[in-house]
């Protein structure tokens, strides 16, 4: 484990549902190439704060990764809707083509 992540690790003890916290410690896992400990940080941060507009682009990235391409559609999906409420014009954009890339809307049905 890393001093950063162990850093990290000790600060979320103070405050457990910090959800920058959450997303940093997620992030330096996905750097370990942990990946099951990094979707459940980004799991627990949604579960926290679903309205956290960053956490839809890397969640999405990690289902990708991870082979879950359905679960990164949905998630970006998902990721627009937050971002176009919160007025992240930005993230719309960047969500949008990571969706795209995916596909589209008939290339994916809801479950």
Do not use: C, W
Not at 47 to 66: A, F, R, S, W
Not at 71 to 78: L, Q
């Amino acid at each position: 484990m890393s001093d950063r992540l162990e850093l990290l690790k000790s600060m979320l003890k103070d405050s457990p549902n910090d959800s920058f916290l959450l997303f940093a410690i997620a992030k330096e896992y996905e750097g370990l190439e942990n990946i099951q400990a990094a979707l459940d940080f980004f799991l627990q941060l949604k579960k926290e704060n679903p309205k956290y507009v960053g956490l839809y682009y890397h969640l999405g990235k990690l289902y990708e990764k991870n082979e879950e391409i359905e679960k990164a559609f949905f998630t970006y999906k998902e990721g627009i809707q937050i971002a176009r409420e919160a007025g992240d014009d930005h993230a719309v954009s960047e969500l949008a083509g990571a969706k795209l890339y995916l596909g589209d809307d008939e290339d994916f049905e809801e479950a």
